[in-house]
């Protein structure tokens, strides 16, 4: 029997550090981005690592937040 997905979402935000975990792929991505709106409206920089049972899954976590950031950043 294999593994339940896990995924992990390490967020750096001026001198503090976040670790989000989230048995799902969706919950891991909302709770990051969550996180990351909240931030950058303090106007913290923000820097992301993701890991994860699932390679494609954390590939596209980081993508989505990549996006999420660049977003935040254009308001």
């Excluded at 989230?22 to 820097?47: C, F, M, N, P, V």
């Excluded at 993701?50 to 254009?74: K, P, T, W």
């Amino acid at each position: 029997m294999s593994e339940p997905p896990f995924f992990e979402v390490r967020i750096t935000t001026g001198a503090t550090g976040t670790i989000l975990r989230a048995a799902t792929e969706s919950l891991a991505a909302g709770k990051a981005e969550d996180l990351i709106r909240r931030a950058h409206h303090r106007g913290s920089d923000i820097a992301l690592t993701v890991s994860g049972s699932d390679a494609r899954a954390v590939r596209r976590i980081e993508l989505y937040l990549a996006s999420v950031i660049h977003e935040v950043e254009q308001v």
